[in-house]
């Protein structure tokens, strides 16, 4: 393979896919939708006056941080060596003109920079022409990534291409015979995986509770359980991606959260943008195995994180409502799943429990910004000074949960299911020592994002838990 050209040729460089491992236009509608859920309409109205005009709707209804996009580091360090040998460099992107510029401000590497506007759309042979017209015909070297951009390479002197496959490859050889390549593929099957958290189907684990606090295993229930986790886990990991695209910025400015395959761009934006609905759609094919109950409170549990996404996690307090409301969902949904009754003691404990968890989720973004010396949580209505308030509602919510479930243990109720309810007097102790310690380990800034992963990841918490079961199964059984 020859080298892609000399400095004495200019450096044209594509913007999406290639600079960017993201698409500014998808980039621009999320952002938009986070702020306006009517930013669809927005769409909409001005895709009926063409491609540019929807591109330069989307980039003035909102603009990402561009000093926290995903740029391609491998593009970045070519770019700084062609300028090093005195070369010229040009950013040519169908991106919007305004966002163009607003990138090429921020990186400093470009001599000249060109996007579309609202009269001509620059890209595949309107970008062709446009190049060969301003530098030349075989004047420049082309750095693009997609098959729009196979008829600028067919002009250009030399092709570099970014992320491009075997089969891709191939193809701009044929018509380019000076050819490059950078940043090899990276398989999107576990980027994807990362991205729908399979590790938050642990939350899922809820939907067995209630056969099992019924004491009504049978091998008919737990098939339906089963089926039912999968459901849940589609669904809910179509809402972590929705979330993860509405929550790009915050994502890209957290310390942890940037790496997000999303955020990081690990996972492009438009794949993100196909990913959610198709596992909506498969979730709520394999709920509708379980009749219109089960399917009805899944379809309201979407719902709920839709909402949550597009504007509740924003107000101060209802957003712990609401997550300890999707943590309960859960256990009805086992319930509709099985048709087991739920019982109100579950209830009643459920919504403290997880009213609790809420609560902790909130505090350990707080002691983050506290650690990270900011005053308010990025893409949260929580401030610093709200810190206190929130660690005494996690401390009380979980504290009242463990009063019911003593309430529970001296209710007629219990001799009905346990033959040794005096054991879970050892559940009730071991929950009073795990709650406040948790609501203690996230006041010291040890706490993840999610206090359900922390609890199945840290030692403690599973001796606790599999103390608590063993007391549980003695309690019914012994």
Same mark, same amino acid.
């Given at each position: 393979?020859?080298?892609?050209?000399?400095?004495?040729?200019?450096?044209?460089?594509?913007?999406?896919?290639?600079?960017?491992?993201?698409?500014?236009?998808?980039?621009?509608?999320?952002?938009?939708?986070?702020?306006?859920?009517?930013?669809?309409?927005?769409?909409?109205?001005?895709?009926?006056?063409?491609?540019?005009?929807?591109?330069?709707?989307?980039?003035?209804?909102?603009?990402?941080?561009?000093?926290?996009?995903?740029?391609?580091?491998?593009?970045?360090?070519?770019?700084?060596?062609?300028?090093?040998?005195?070369?010229?460099?040009?950013?040519?992107?169908?991106?919007?003109?305004?966002?163009?510029?607003?990138?090429?401000?921020?990186?400093?590497?470009?001599?000249?920079?060109?996007?579309?506007?609202?009269?001509?759309?620059?890209?595949?042979?309107?970008?062709?022409?446009?190049?060969?017209?301003?530098?030349?015909?075989?004047?420049?070297?082309?750095?693009?990534?997609?098959?729009?951009?196979?008829?600028?390479?067919?002009?250009?002197?030399?092709?570099?291409?970014?992320?491009?496959?075997?089969?891709?490859?191939?193809?701009?050889?044929?018509?380019?015979?000076?050819?490059?390549?950078?940043?090899?593929?990276?398989?999107?099957?576990?980027?994807?995986?990362?991205?729908?958290?399979?590790?938050?189907?642990?939350?899922?684990?809820?939907?067995?509770?209630?056969?099992?606090?019924?004491?009504?295993?049978? /091998?008919?229930? @737990?098939?339906?359980?089963?089926?039912?986790?999968?459901?849940?886990?589609?669904?809910?990991?179509?809402?972590?991606?929705?979330?993860? @695209?509405?929550?790009?910025?915050?994502?890209?400015?957290?310390?942890?959260?940037?790496?997000?395959?999303?955020?990081?761009?690990?996972?492009?934006?438009?794949?993100?943008?196909?990913?959610?609905?198709?596992?909506?759609?498969?979730?709520?094919?394999?709920?509708?195995?379980?009749?219109?109950?089960?399917? /009805?409170?899944?379809?309201?549990?979407?719902?709920?994180?839709?909402?949550?996404?597009?504007?509740?996690?924003?107000?101060?307090?209802?957003?712990?409502?609401?997550?300890?409301?999707?943590?309960?969902?859960?256990?009805?949904?086992?319930?509709?799943?099985?048709?087991?009754?739920?019982?109100?003691?579950?209830?009643?404990?459920?919504?403290?429990?997880?009213?609790a968890l809420a609560a902790v989720k909130r505090q350990a973004e707080l002691v983050h910004v506290q650690a990270t010396g900011q005053t308010?949580?990025?893409?949260?209505?929580?401030?610093?000074?709200?810190?206190?308030?929130?660690?005494?509602?996690?401390?009380?919510?979980?504290?009242?949960?463990?009063?019911?479930?003593?309430?529970?243990?001296?209710?007629?109720?219990?001799?009905?299911?346990?033959?040794?309810?005096?054991?879970?007097?050892?559940?009730?102790?071991?929950?009073?020592?795990?709650?406040?310690?948790?609501?203690?380990?996230?006041?010291?800034?040890?706490?993840?994002?999610?206090?359900?992963?922390?609890?199945?990841?840290?030692?403690?918490?599973?001796?606790?838990?599999?103390?608590?079961?063993?007391?549980?199964?003695?309690?019914?059984?012994?």
């Amino acid at each position: 393979m020859r080298d892609s050209g000399t400095t004495d040729s200019v450096l044209v460089v594509d913007l999406d896919g290639t600079l960017l491992r993201s698409d500014m236009l998808f980039e621009c509608f999320w952002a938009a939708l986070s702020k306006d859920w009517q930013a669809p309409v927005t769409a909409a109205r001005a895709l009926k006056k063409g491609i540019p005009a929807l591109k330069r709707a989307m980039a003035d209804s909102a603009c990402p941080d561009v000093a926290h996009l995903p740029y391609n580091p491998d593009v970045i360090a070519h770019i700084e060596g062609w300028r090093a040998k005195g070369g010229r460099v040009a950013l040519v992107t169908a991106s919007d003109q305004t966002l163009a510029d607003r990138i090429a401000t921020h990186l400093g590497l470009f001599d000249e920079v060109f996007g579309t506007t609202p009269e001509v759309n620059l890209k595949g042979s309107r970008k062709a022409a446009f190049l060969a017209d301003h530098y030349g015909a075989g004047s420049f070297v082309y750095m693009g990534d997609s098959a729009a951009d196979l008829a600028v390479w067919q002009r250009s002197r030399a092709a570099i291409t970014v992320g491009a496959s075997g089969g891709f490859r191939a193809r701009v050889e044929a018509v380019n015979g000076e050819v490059s390549h950078l940043s090899p593929p990276e398989p999107l099957a576990w980027p994807i995986l990362k991205a729908m958290r399979p590790h938050q189907w642990l939350k899922n684990i809820l939907i067995f509770v209630p056969v099992l606090a019924s004491h009504s295993v049978t /091998g008919l229930s @737990l098939l339906q359980c089963l089926v039912a986790f999968l459901a849940f886990g589609l669904v809910a990991s179509s809402g972590y991606v929705l979330n993860d @695209l509405l929550d790009l910025d915050p994502d890209r400015a957290h310390a942890r959260k940037r790496n997000r395959p999303l955020a990081s761009g690990r996972l492009q934006v438009p794949a993100g943008t196909a990913l959610f609905p198709a596992l909506l759609m498969l979730g709520l094919a394999t709920a509708a195995a379980l009749g219109p109950s089960f399917l /009805g409170v899944i379809a309201f549990y979407f719902t709920m994180t839709l909402s949550y996404s597009l504007w509740l996690k924003r107000k101060v307090i209802v957003d712990i409502c609401v997550l300890a409301g999707l943590y309960t969902l859960r256990i009805v949904a086992g319930s509709m799943a099985t048709a087991v009754p739920l019982s109100i003691w579950l209830l009643a404990f459920s919504m403290f429990f997880f009213f609790a968890l809420a609560a902790v989720k909130r505090q350990a973004e707080l002691v983050h910004v506290q650690a990270t010396g900011q005053t308010k949580a990025a893409g949260r209505g929580y401030g610093l000074d709200d810190l206190p308030i929130v660690t005494q509602i996690a401390t009380s919510s979980g504290l009242t949960s463990v009063l019911v479930l003593a309430l529970y243990i001296n209710s007629p109720e219990v001799l009905m299911h346990y033959r040794q309810p005096v054991l879970l007097w050892g559940v009730c102790v071991l929950l009073l020592f795990w709650i406040t310690r948790v609501v203690f380990i996230t006041h010291q800034g040890k706490m993840t994002d999610d206090p359900l992963v922390f609890a199945v990841t840290d030692r403690t918490s599973q001796v606790s838990f599999a103390v608590i079961a063993a007391l549980g199964l003695g309690a019914a059984f012994l």
